[in-house]
């Protein structure tokens, strides 16, 4: 109790506030503007994020964090163009429901409703299903931590969306980038080619907002030479949703919230899929099944539902485990370990009240959320109107803002332009910049504990198979790295 | 225009001779097994060795749907990348000018070539957007966060 008061104390701060609020108002922008991702609002922040002492940076991310998937709704029911790759689905029913049934008011504030709704319920989830979950984590040794390394790495294979052996390569890199600077192990110094600046090891911040920003950026300079950006304006009635419409889509929105809470704890997965299967099943359940893809209330609440619920069940595995489960929550476990909250079943024990804030934290992003999506959403649907020749410059400029403020050092400056050009033909040639920062951040994990479970055995490997947890994590991510071998072959028989 | 074969071809090659660096420098320290574990060049050696294998493996991949890859372009000479090519350039020299002329006058100049190689032709937004941006840049980092920027090498 006293660790949910002193959360709670550090949530209620004014300045704390301010960061949440802050940070879900950038995020909606980021995700109302085409072309902006979670990820790359997450990487230009957090450095700023840095800049704030205690938790008020972590819940500026926080609030980026769920404003940014909702945010992709905006977009998605304005201009047909989802913001996020998580709001696809939602153009399915929110665009003809704003514009061939002229209700673009009543599809903006279904689709407010469902995302609060399914953020909240998520956030329950998560704080029921955390601590139980860390509890068992808590037996865990070094092997069972090294399986869950290389668990974690094998999510690679879903979040690399092109390709998988590419994907992989990504991890393994990443890896390598981790073992740079001193060992924590042995204390031999490595890989740094005779300079201070990799003593400390590389650098992970500047390395993400180059491969998540930069090169997202000259991604869409080169898609606004092929593409010219066409907007329409939609006069905004009434938002407020009506009673009727939340009595339509109550049971859709409580089974579409579950749907992706449960899909948000699976690392590798991600709002894309859970707001399609989310509304695949309100289709499948719906009494209206035939008004689908022609502005069904049911069909706008279920993938928003869907996608939010994923934000809470995201951070089950990240706050028990350590494990990120695709590129965001990469970042924001990045965020925590610089801040030097190390996720992890030991974080319930030595810093529960930073969990708690964690807590409360998407709790009151999610009624923040809420609040600006009804009072501010003509001010965001403007948002998307705003032209990329004006958005690129200022984002271009926040990259070296926000890299050379992060330790003051033009060193870091050069690795992120450098890594943001390389990301641009990287990402050209289906490599998965989500795998290389997964790679970086679990490097350390996976070595030390991989170290030291060979210490525990006196050098013998057979310490991963003869303990059934690590056993499992180990044949888990095995299956989890074959897995799409076997898809890829049943395609090839079915096009056959 | 290139086909996704021969990028695969050279991702491999290029991915191959990385994976055999690392395993190489790896070998500067020691791989054998102690009692206080195996030595620190043992992970980095295994992590260069399995991108070796993964690389030759990528490489085989793309031999056997040969057909399939050389019918996927990459667009890397279109008339849509010079633009970023362009804009590679300007990063480039945004970098160098910031230790020449200073973190905002660079940025003075940046923005405006940025806007003008995006197709801006309309001096309001250009001039607006330059002024904005570094107000916004010197208020929130500059007086707010206290970040020190870099200054012209012409004011040290």
């Given at each position: ?145 090294f399986?869950?390394a290389v668990?974690g790495l094998s999510i690679i294979t879903?979040v690399s969306?092109g390709n998988v052996i590419k994907g992989v390569m990504g991890g393994l890199v990443g890896l390598f980038l981790a073992t740079i600077g001193i060992d924590a192990m042995s204390g031999v110094i490595r890989f740094t080619f005779g300079t201070n600046y990799l003593l400390g090891g590389v650098s992970f911040?500047p390395i993400l907002?180059g491969v998540?920003?930069?090169a ?114 990469a970042?924001?476990?990045g ?76 060193s870091?400056?050069f690795v992120m332009?450098g890594s943001g050009i390389l990301g641009?033909f990287l990402n050209?040639l289906e490599f998965s910049m989500s795998s290389l920062i997964i790679g970086i951040i679990l490097g350390a994990m996976a070595e030390q504990n991989f170290v030291g479970s060979l210490?525990?055995?006196?050098g013998?490997l ?15 991510a095995?299956?989890?790295l ?15 | ?6 990028c695969n071809y050279f991702v491999s090659a290029v991915f191959l001779v990385l994976g055999g660096a690392m395993a190489y420098g790896a070998l500067e320290f020691p791989l054998a097994m102690t009692?206080h574990g195996p030595g620190p060049g043992f992970w980095p050696f295994c992590l260069g060795g399995a991108l070796v294998a993964v690389s030759l493996f990528l490489f085989c991949f793309s ?94």
């Amino acid at each position: 109790m006293a660790d949910i008061l002193a959360a709670l104390g550090m949530v209620a701060e004014p300045f704390s506030l301010a960061c949440l609020v802050f940070g879900v108002w950038v995020g909606i922008m980021f995700g109302a503007m085409p072309g902006l991702s979670v990820n790359m609002g997450l990487a230009l922040l957090l450095p700023l994020a840095f800049a704030f002492k205690g938790i008020a940076g972590i819940l500026m991310l926080l609030g980026i964090y769920c404003g940014a998937i909702y945010g992709g709704s905006i977009s998605a029911i304005l201009l047909k163009t989802p913001g996020t790759p998580a709001s696809v689905a939602t153009t399915l029913d929110g665009y003809p429901l704003a514009t061939k049934l002229h209700q673009p008011g009543r599809a903006l504030g279904i689709s407010t409703m469902a995302s609060t709704f399914g953020g909240i319920f998520s956030t329950v989830c998560l704080v029921i299903m955390a601590p139980l979950l860390a509890k068992v984590a808590l037996q865990f040794s070094k092997p069972e931590y090294f399986a869950l390394a290389v668990f974690g790495l094998s999510i690679i294979t879903s979040v690399s969306s092109g390709n998988v052996i590419k994907g992989v390569m990504g991890g393994l890199v990443g890896l390598f980038l981790a073992t740079i600077g001193i060992d924590a192990m042995s204390g031999v110094i490595r890989f740094t080619f005779g300079t201070n600046y990799l003593l400390g090891g590389v650098s992970f911040i500047p390395i993400l907002i180059g491969v998540f920003a930069l090169a997202q950026v000259l991604q869409s300079i080169e898609d606004n030479w092929k593409y010219i950006h066409q907007t329409t304006k939609m006069a905004i009635d009434r938002t407020l949703p009506r009673l009727s419409d939340i009595r339509r889509v109550f049971v859709t929105l409580l089974r579409s919230s579950v749907i992706g809470t449960f899909i948000g704890c699976i690392p590798g997965t991600g709002g894309d899929i859970a707001s399609f299967v989310a509304y695949d099943q309100a289709k499948r359940w719906s009494r209206h099944k035939d008004n689908f893809g022609q502005g069904e209330p049911e069909g706008v609440a279920a993938p928003e539902a869907g996608n939010n619920a994923v934000s809470g069940g995201a951070f089950i595995p990240v706050l028990t485990l350590g494990i990120p489960g695709d590129g965001a929550t990469a970042i924001m476990m990045g965020a925590l370990m610089v801040q030097g909250i190390q996720p992890g079943p030991m974080l319930f024990l030595e810093k529960a009240p930073y969990v708690y804030a964690i807590f409360l934290g998407l709790f009151f992003a999610n009624v923040a959320m809420c609040l600006m999506g009804y009072s501010l959403i003509r001010l965001f649907a403007k948002v998307t109107q705003v032209p990329t020749v004006i958005l690129l410059p200022l984002i271009l400029v926040m990259t070296f803002v926000g890299t050379y403020s992060y330790n003051n050092s033009m060193s870091d400056v050069f690795v992120m332009v450098g890594s943001g050009i390389l990301g641009y033909f990287l990402n050209k040639l289906e490599f998965s910049m989500s795998s290389l920062i997964i790679g970086i951040i679990l490097g350390a994990m996976a070595e030390q504990n991989f170290v030291g479970s060979l210490i525990m055995s006196d050098g013998s490997l057979s310490i991963f198979w003869t303990r059934p947890l690590c056993l499992f994590f180990l044949v888990a991510a095995v299956v989890m790295l074959l897995a799409p071998l076997f898809s890829f072959g049943k395609k090839k028989k079915k096009a056959a | 225009m290139f086909s996704m074969l021969v990028c695969n071809y050279f991702v491999s090659a290029v991915f191959l001779v990385l994976g055999g660096a690392m395993a190489y420098g790896a070998l500067e320290f020691p791989l054998a097994m102690t009692e206080h574990g195996p030595g620190p060049g043992f992970w980095p050696f295994c992590l260069g060795g399995a991108l070796v294998a993964v690389s030759l493996f990528l490489f085989c991949f793309s031999l056997w749907h040969r057909e399939a890859l050389k019918a996927r372009q990459v667009a890397f000479a279109t008339e849509a990348n010079v633009p970023v090519y362009k804009a590679m350039g300007l990063l480039v020299l945004l970098c160098a000018a910031i230790g020449v002329l200073g973190f905002f006058p660079a940025l003075a100049v940046f923005i405006p070539a940025l806007m003008y190689l995006l197709r801006c032709r309309n001096p309001r937004w250009i001039g607006g957007t330059t002024v904005g941006v570094i107000l916004f840049v010197y208020v929130v980092f500059g007086l707010v966060l206290n970040t020190q920027f870099p200054q012209s090498v012409f004011l040290e």
